[in-house]
């Protein structure tokens, strides 16, 4: 069953605002991913982080791997109307190869 | 170009008529694997595929079935599909027995009447 947590579910900001977002597990990490899901398309990476503590950007995007390996961020700055889409996060538990996922964050941006 | 490539991207049936997604990816990658998509759901892993010849249910497996006869390719077989399967789907593949980043497909959106 579903062992990450993303929040929020959905987020309606305007342009030009910076963005957070989270996933939280009560389980141990060894691996986060970010992707972004463009309508009709499938989830493209955006970060992928492999140790504790590990702060990841990508242009405007900012990713952390949470310091007790239980948690990740994704924080995009000055958002532009392309960063519409749902984001997920990912995260591999230790000693497991399967990838886990977030109920994934909605992203609208008013122009 | 790297790419997992899906087939059908659409697809409506009736209930109870048998199909099959196509999977199939040109990066050489050891591990495949299905998911569902659906509202407030994320992605869910339906099987998945370490290698030729071996897979293993994930999430949510029941009414489904795959096979790994070839390294590139992991067809999805829906024996007798229902409604409760309408769902979008995504095949990806990950290079190095799962433990690095999952590629996905372009999706398949499967309606069931």
């Known amino acids: 069953g579903q062992q990450l947590n993303q929040s929020p579910q959905s987020m309606f900001i305007q342009e030009g605002e910076d963005v957070s977002m989270n996933c939280t597990s009560s389980?141990?990490?060894?691996?986060w991913l970010w992707y972004k899901q463009d309508p009709g398309e499938g989830p493209v990476l955006l970060i992928a982080?492999?140790?504790?503590?590990e702060l990841t950007s990508n242009g405007r995007l900012t990713a952390q791997f949470g310091i007790t390996r239980k948690d990740s961020f994704l924080n995009i700055s000055a958002s532009i109307p392309s960063d519409v889409g749902i984001y997920f996060c990912?995260?591999?538990?230790?000693?497991?190869?399967?990838?886990?996922f977030g109920q994934g964050t909605r992203l609208t941006i008013n122009p | 170009e790297a790419q997992v490539t899906q087939n059908p991207r659409y697809l409506i049936t009736v209930t109870g008529k048998k199909l099959t997604v196509t999977c199939s990816q040109n990066?050489?990658?050891?591990?495949m694997s299905w998911y569902r998509q659906d509202p407030g759901l994320g992605l869910r892993q339906i099987y998945y595929?370490?290698?030729?010849?071996?897979?293993d249910k994930g999430d949510v497996p029941e009414g489904y079935k795959v096979s790994r006869k070839e390294k590139r390719n992991f067809p999805l077989i829906l024996e007798s599909p229902s409604p409760n399967q309408t769902s979008l789907y995504f095949c990806?593949?990950?290079?190095?027995?799962?433990?690095?980043?999952?590629?996905f497909g372009q999706g398949t959106r499967l309606t069931v009447v």
């Open positions: 990806a593949s990950t290079l190095r027995g799962g433990l690095s980043e999952a590629f």
């Open positions: 389980s141990i990490f060894n691996t």
């Open positions: 982080l492999y140790k504790a503590g």
């Open positions: 990912a995260g591999r538990l230790q000693g497991a190869q399967k990838l886990v």
């Open positions: 990066m050489n990658h050891e591990y």
């Open positions: 595929s370490m290698n030729v010849e071996v897979t």
